[in-house]
């Protein structure tokens, strides 16, 4: 019989759903990908079928799997929440994505009420429709039935890794991982446990959520029927901390950016969470055998979802990897400004009211100027980002370990390293995401003995220098602050 030494990572994100194999050595053998669709059902608001989740998880793991998988690691676009029956797995309705902002009403009343300061205190997180609570209590008082229906017991609740785990052990698990449970808004990240005061506050019944599971340990078995055999699910996180696992940032300090559909940028902050003054996030980074890691996070909700705005909405490019010949074709953005606050700003502003902005426009303005300043824009949010945790005394990184679609882009990486004045890594493998729930499953199944193991696995395959001078970069980030002020307006 063969050595079963590999792991199939399942990575749900926002606009893909994909599976890759890694062997021993955290190198992918195979990938298989599905893009799905987006519902917009109105303005500000982002839906997804869980059906067509479901189906393409299926088709992507049957692609890569083979019989030295010894084991499946979750990793998921977090926040994004669903009810489904328990009887017949069936969701009441489609998922309420984390960048949906149907509840923003809901949120500002309770700010009004004064109670951001406890749910920061208790979940680490602000008053904004990206979390789960607000979404969920939507789904109960608008899906007909629902709220009788969870009196009764009859439904779950849960994060997309809770579903799908869920929908691969054939309904026998309902769990979710502490870094999904701590974006819900409904989990108190200290005592480690679902907050009761949150939940009567957000009117959920506590029957519906998960049992709350650490990041590297046996979930469940997947159900013979789906895949011929009993795979053990072994791992799980939510993606961004996922990503934080694949760049090795295992020490207080380390940090890591990744630019997929949103930008979120999270910094280790060792064994107890860092509330901050400066409007970032506090989040479980991952607890593996006991030991809890916590992150200060920077989440901005647009990054590569503007490049596929300039592709599928303006036409401006044809594919996303053209933006960096496009954006090194002119000298300068030509004063042009874009503030990509398509579904509002995150942090450090918070203003889900927001909306994009695009200024200095002229007559000779062109398209690549036009790609080139979303490009930077993406790049000063993660400076605000920076600065923020700055602000929250973080000292200045070593390096920026970035991943995620948008670091392939080389123009990107060096405008990068130059505003934030910071050295940029990119790693040899670039599924980071992917590795994070891979190592996470190898972990509890023995391939590798601990985290200094995997630490010891990470390369970098590219490093940018800052190269730009003092006075350039202040000039632009001045601009920057002006254009965003003048979008907050
Ligand atoms: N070379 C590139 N330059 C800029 N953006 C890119 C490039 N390649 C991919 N992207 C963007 O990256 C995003 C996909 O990244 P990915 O990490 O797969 O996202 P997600 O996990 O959120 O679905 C897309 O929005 C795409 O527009
Ligand atoms: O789909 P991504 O990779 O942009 O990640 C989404 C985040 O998890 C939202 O919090």
New binding site residues.
């Given amino acids: 019989m063969r050595r079963m030494s590999q792991i199939v990572a399942i990575?749900q994100?926002?606009?893909?759903t994909r599976a890759i194999r890694f062997d021993r050595s955290g190198e992918p053998l195979a990938i298989e990908a599905r893009e799905f669709a987006q519902a917009y059902p109105r303005p500000g608001w982002v839906e997804h079928d869980p059906e067509e989740i479901w189906r393409d998880t299926l088709a992507v793991v049957k692609a890569v799997l083979t019989p030295e998988v010894a084991g499946i690691g979750i990793t998921n676009?977090r926040e994004t929440i669903l009810l489904w029956e328990r009887t017949t797995g069936r969701p009441l309705h489609d998922a309420i994505v984390w960048q949906d902002r149907r509840t923003a009403d809901r949120c500002d009343a309770l700010r009004r009420d004064g109670i951001e300061p406890m749910i920061q205190a208790r979940t680490g997180l602000l008053l904004d429709p990206y979390f789960s609570a607000s979404k969920l209590q939507w789904l109960l008082d608008n899906v007909a039935g629902a709220r009788a229906a969870a009196a009764r017991g009859e439904l779950a609740a849960g994060t997309i890794d809770s579903f799908l785990l869920w929908r691969l052990t054939g309904g026998r698990v309902h769990a979710t991982d502490v870094t999904n449970a701590g974006r819900t808004m409904l989990y108190d990240i200290v005592k480690g446990a679902w907050d009761d005061d949150l939940l009567r506050l957000f009117d959920i019944p506590a029957g519906l959520l998960p049992e709350v599971r650490e990041n590297a340990e046996l979930f469940g078995e997947t159900d013979p029927a789906l895949f011929g055999r009993a795979i053990p699910i072994a791992g799980m996180a939510g993606?961004q901390q996922a990503a934080l696992i694949g760049q090795a940032c295992f020490t207080p300090g380390m940090v890591k950016s990744?630019?997929?559909?949103?930008c979120f940028i999270l910094m280790h902050t060792g064994d107890a969470p860092v509330l901050s003054q400066n409007r970032l996030l506090a989040t479980p980074a991952y607890t593996i055998a006991g030991e809890r890691a916590f992150a200060l996070e920077g989440s901005s909700f647009v990054?590569?979802?503007a490049?596929?705005w300039l592709?599928d909405r303006l036409g401006l490019i044809t594919a996303?990897?053209e933006?960096?010949a496009v954006a090194g074709g002119v000298p300068d953005d030509h004063g042009v400004w874009l503030v990509p606050a398509f579904v509002g700003l995150g942090a450090p502003h918070w203003r889900p009211e927001a909306r994009g902005t695009i200024l200095g426009l002229t007559l000779d303005s062109s398209a690549a100027h036009l790609v080139r300043a979303t490009?930077e824009s993406i790049a000063f949010q993660t400076s605000d980002l920076t600065a923020a945790m700055r602000a929250d005394g973080a000292i200045r990184p070593a390096a920026l370990r970035i991943d995620?679609?948008?670091a392939?882009?080389d123009w990107?990486a060096q405008f990068l390293a130059d505003v934030l004045d910071v050295a940029v890594e990119r790693p040899a493998c670039r599924e980071t995401?992917a590795l994070g729930a891979a190592r996470l499953a190898g972990l509890t199944l023995g391939l590798w003995p601990d985290l200094a193991t995997v630490a010891q696995g990470w390369r970098a395959d590219a490093r940018f220098e800052p190269r730009m001078t003092a006075a350039r970069r202040d000039g632009l980030l001045a601009g920057w602050r002006d254009a965003l002020r003048r979008a907050l307006a």
């Fill in positions: 990575d994100g926002t606009t893909s676009q993606d990744t630019y997929g559909t949103g990054a590569g979802a490049i596929k592709r996303a990897d933006t960096a490009l995620g679609g948008m392939a882009n990107f995401t």
